[in-house]
Structures are given as structure tokens and as C-alpha cells.
């Protein structure tokens, strides 16, 4: 049974940072790429950061770039969100996810994403 579990999240002020983990387990073969999108209240659910199966390749929403940071090992099945310089508005639900096997290179887009955390929750209060 595939499973992504989602640890890492919590309360913090602006300008703090957090480290979000994903645990995968359960994948025959590997993961291909994965992801981090977040769901605001009230609001579509947005991609963040992406990075591929070797993790040579990384994506990043323009409103993260030069903030967060995106890591996999891949040894120990687990990917990474380093988030600095957190503001208000990056409060949100924050999903991991993963493309599949098939599916090494990075995505922006939700629907392109087969496997889902239950996700963790970021609040970054002003």
C-alpha cells in the first residue's frame, strides 16, 4: 500500500523557518518526481516546489523562490521543504506528493500527480 506521510509542520512567526519531511513507503519500483503544493482556506490548492526523481532538477513557484528549498534522499525515501523567511500568507496546508514510477521529471501542475499525503499544516502567524 503505497503511502506519503507528511511530518514537520506547526506554528511559527514570520521570518521563522520550518523543515517539512515526506516519508514514502510502499512504492513498487520508485516514486518518479515529487512534490509540494498547499491549500489556503477558501482556496484551490497551488503547487510549490518540484523535484525530479535524481533531484538534479527542481521547480519552484515565483512566490517561494529563493525561500524554500526542495531535497530528496532517496535512500531513506524522503523528501524535503525547507521553508525560510516565512510570511503570513504561506499559512496553509502543505501536500506532498509523487508523479510514479514512470514519471521522473518535475510537474507544476496538481492533476499530474498520483499519490497524495494527508498533508501537514503551516501557520505563520504576523
Known amino acids: 500500500q503505497v503511502q506519503l506521510v507528511e511530518s514537520g509542520g506547526g506554528l511559527v512567526q514570520t521570518g521563522g523557518s520550518l523543515r517539512l519531511s515526506c516519508a514514502a513507503s510502499?512504492?513498487?519500483?520508485?516514486?518518479?518526481?515529487m512534490g509540494w503544493l498547499r491549500q489556503a482556506p477558501g482556496k484551490e490548492r497551488d503547487f510549490v516546489a518540484s523535484?525530479?526523481?535524481?533531484?538534479?532538477?527542481?521547480d519552484y513557484a515565483d512566490s517561494v523562490k529563493g525561500r524554500f528549498t526542495v531535497s530528496r534522499d532517496n535512500a531513506k525515501n524522503t523528501v524535503y521543504l525547507q521553508m525560510n523567511s516565512l510570511k503570513p500568507e504561506d499559512t496553509a496546508v502543505y501536500y506532498c506528493?509523487?508523479?510514479?514510477?514512470?514519471?521522473?521529471?518535475?510537474?507544476?501542475?496538481?492533476?499530474?500527480?498520483?499519490?497524495w499525503g494527508q498533508g501537514t499544516q503551516v501557520t505563520v502567524s504576523s
Open positions: 506528493a509523487a508523479r510514479g514510477r514512470y514519471n521522473s521529471g518535475t510537474s507544476k501542475a496538481p492533476w499530474e500527480y498520483a499519490y
Open positions: 523535484i525530479s526523481w535524481s533531484g538534479r532538477t527542481t
Open positions: 510502499g512504492f513498487t519500483g520508485n516514486t518518479g518526481a
